[in-house]
């Protein structure tokens, strides 16, 4: 299997490290050719609307939206939640997203002041609770009828999936811990 991470910017190579972990092999996506022969695609944290302009300036983000239309799995964390979202609100008027997962985010949800916090959380089909990293993460403030919700953190959903289209608002590369990472290869 050979994953694909996104890696115009941010939290990409901690991504490649769990996914390794994982025993997959990976591909770092900057151009289009970058998309042939992968298997899924990680979309990394780190900032959305820089992400959203390289997107478009590498001329990614058409290419991109039909692998996913066409049935990519994909794996968003963080900005990459935001990026994959129907709906983004806070975002920057120039900003672009992918819209393929029915939820409406709003970027730095959390509040400022409270940028970046740590919690466990549950998840059904793992046996202990995984420690998760918000780092100034988007908060979900609606989900559509075919979003799944895997994970919520005092009620809100920080981990969902529509399909084959992955989404958490923390950062599960950040911590030595790959459960997310295989859970999501086993829908791959
Ligand atoms: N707040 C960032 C954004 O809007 C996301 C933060 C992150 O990925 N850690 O893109």
Do not use: W
């Amino acid at each position: 299997m050979l994953v694909g991470v996104l890696a115009l910017q941010g939290a990409f190579a901690a991504h490649q490290r769990a996914l390794a972990e994982c025993g997959v092999l990976t591909r770092q996506v900057r151009v289009s050719a970058d998309l042939d022969g992968i298997d899924a695609l990680v979309m990394p944290g780190g900032e959305s609307t820089t992400m959203s302009h390289l997107l478009t300036t590498s001329g990614l983000f058409d290419p991109l939206a039909e692998r996913i239309r066409d049935g990519l799995a994909v794996f968003g964390t963080c900005a990459g939640m935001i990026l994959l979202a129907r709906e983004v609100l806070d975002g920057r008027p120039d900003q672009r997203s992918l819209a393929a997962i029915d939820i409406t985010v709003r970027r730095n949800g959390y509040g400022r002041q409270v940028d970046s916090f740590e919690a466990d959380i549950t998840i059904d089909s793992l046996a202990a609770p995984f420690h998760a990293v918000f780092i100034r993460a988007p908060k979900v403030e609606r989900i559509g009828p075919a979003v799944q919700v895997i994970a919520a953190h005092d009620d809100v959903p920080v981990f969902a999936r529509e399909g084959r289209v992955f989404v958490a608002s923390f950062h599960p590369e950040l911590t030595p811990d790959p459960r997310l990472h295989s859970l999501f290869l086993q829908e791959v």
